[in-house]
């Protein structure tokens, strides 16, 4: 993957390791998350815009 690249994953998909693998890339990715999962903020994008997590 690459900075070119948006991902777009299940919830299945929704561990630390792989995430930060894919952010590594340099990829943008959207990722259903599990009900039972807290994210991380990354970065705030700022007002209006949406807020990445890790």
Do not use: W, Y
């Amino acid at each position: 993957m690459d900075k070119s690249m948006l991902l777009l994953a299940d919830a299945a998909f929704d561990g630390n390791e792989f995430l930060d693998a894919v952010h590594q890339s340099g990829a943008r990715f959207l990722v259903r998350s599990g009900a039972r999962c807290v994210p991380t903020p990354a970065e705030h994008l700022g007002e209006r815009q949406i807020t990445q997590f890790r």
